[in-house]
């Protein structure tokens, strides 16, 4: 019997023993194409030789050395190299170990940055709905997701949301995406001036959403009408790009190809690959100036911040990538992977949606095309599609519709940056098996 509280409690896990590549095998010997790289985690595959290298020859100098007495020129070579990559004006770098983590830092953070400012009276986030920024109570508090939050709502600190740019679920047929856009666009300055504008720490949204309602692409000058009300109110912009970021779109962050900065910037997942855990978070040079010139403390802290082999993995990762180009097989293998799921799901009478960029495409499950009628959430749809991808030898991302039907049961697909064609054409035939397997299943 397992004595490992796991994510589902009555449900068998397979033995993960060993990576290669693109694929993962269990303890009986049995291959799963990594087809979302966990949680679009793994950007390399497993058992990189480059990076399990850097690991041992870190290991063999140094493994840890806390914060507060050392840095270590791992770290120092890690932030040199984001920052080299950043966004205009991203100057400074924060390592922690995971999405949570770095979200929780970017919250506080934010609110440190108004107190540095002499503006305590800004005590409130705005983020969108549909959203997911992980599950530390102020991680979960950002989130949309109201499945997730239910249980813990008394926990929960006050943040406002707003709509999220979701084109299949809140455009309008008659509006155009820059329309939509925004219409959002006002939602937000309707919110904020609600609020008061002076009272917001920060607006907080993912560039491309991912963990709760599939990977939801921006439409066109969102963002930028976005950016403009933030810096108009002295709100900070946080853009949470722990799944879409570091290379998973096709840039090595998702609001280059939304030509905006943000303040404040969350990375975790494919930083460092899956071989440690790592999260950062990234901040503009007015951010950390705020700091600098004022208190000279960020008051925060962890014991593993900038763990020397957490620092080694993503290191590594991030020059493979470089090293092998691998943004352009991003690009190239994400327009493929688009091809083929339209090809496939384009006439599929339960596809109502194929959306995504780069590597970080979803299908959206829904009982009537028409209608985009969610199945009924009792299905567990997404559980069934995962159990039968699995047992087809496949690794995808399902996620459960939103309880209030604003969206149905997804597939989120993130394959490794290495991926090649003929991977994607088995990934899209055992999926679009497990799909009808799954649907078939209901009646
Ligand atoms: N933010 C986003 C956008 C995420 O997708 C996730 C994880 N799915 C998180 C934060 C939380 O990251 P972690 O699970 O590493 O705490």
Redesign the pocket.
């Known amino acids: 019997m397992t004595k490992v509280l796991h994510r589902t409690i009555a449900h068998d896990y397979p033995v993960a023993e060993s990576g290669q590549g693109m694929v993962i095998r269990d303890a009986n010997g049995k291959e799963y194409i990594d087809a979302s790289g966990g949680?679009?985690v793994s950007c390399l595959g497993h058992s990189h030789p480059d990076v399990l290298a850097a690991m041992h020859a870190q290991l063999d100098k140094l493994a840890y050395a806390h914060t507060s007495f050392f840095t270590t020129k791992v770290a120092e070579e890690l932030a040199e190299t984001l920052i080299a990559d950043a966004p205009p004006g991203i100057g400074h770098v924060y390592f922690v170990s995971?999405?949570?983590?770095?979200?929780e830092a970017a919250m506080k953070m934010a609110r440190q940055y108004h107190v540095e400012r002499g503006q305590p009276q800004r005590t409130k986030f705005i983020a969108r709905l549909q959203?997911?920024?992980?599950?530390?109570l102020g991680?979960l508090a950002l989130g949309g997701s109201m499945a997730r939050r239910k249980a813990f709502g008394p926990l929960l600190i006050d943040v406002h949301h707003v709509s999220p740019s979701f084109e299949y679920r809140g455009k309008r047929a008659d509006e155009t995406p820059e329309a939509y856009g925004a219409r959002l666009a006002d939602e937000l300055e309707a919110e904020i001036q609600t609020l008061g504008p002076d009272t917001i720490i920060a607006f907080v949204a993912?560039t491309v959403?991912?963990?709760t309602a599939g990977t939801i692409t921006p439409v066109p000058g969102y963002f930028t009408k976005v950016r403009e009300i933030c810096t108009r109110h002295g709100i900070l912009l946080i853009l949470?790009?722990?799944?879409?970021g570091m290379g998973r779109t096709g840039t090595l962050h998702a609001c280059e190809q939304e030509g905006i900065s943000p303040d404040i910037m969350?990375v975790?997942?494919g930083l460092g690959g899956g071989f440690a855990?790592i999260?950062a978070v990234l901040l503009a040079n007015h951010v950390y100036d705020a700091f600098a010139k004022g208190s000279g403390n960020f008051m925060h802290g962890h014991t593993y911040l900038g763990h020397p082999l957490a620092m080694a993995a993503a290191l590594a990762v991030q020059k493979v990538i470089k090293r092998d180009n691998l943004l352009a097989n991003v690009k190239a293998q994400g327009a493929y992977l688009t091809r083929r799921l339209n090809e496939r799901f384009g006439n599929h009478h339960h596809v109502g949606d194929i959306r995504g960029r780069g590597l970080f495409q979803s299908i959206e499950i829904v009982a009537d095309r028409g209608a985009k009628t969610p199945f009924d959430p009792k299905f567990k749809l997404h559980a069934r599609i995962k159990a039968e991808a699995m047992a087809r030898g496949l690794m995808v991302y399902p996620s459960g519709g939103t309880v209030d039907g604003t969206s149905g049961d997804h597939v989120l697909l993130a394959p490794p940056f290495i991926v090649d064609e003929q991977t994607i054409d088995l990934i899209v035939e055992r999926l679009a098996e497990a799909v009808d397997a799954a649907i078939s299943g209901l009646s």
């Open positions: 949680a679009a995971g999405g949570s983590e770095a979200i959203s997911y920024h992980g599950n530390t991680a993912e959403g991912g963990a949470d790009e722990v799944m879409c969350t975790a997942k855990p999260g």
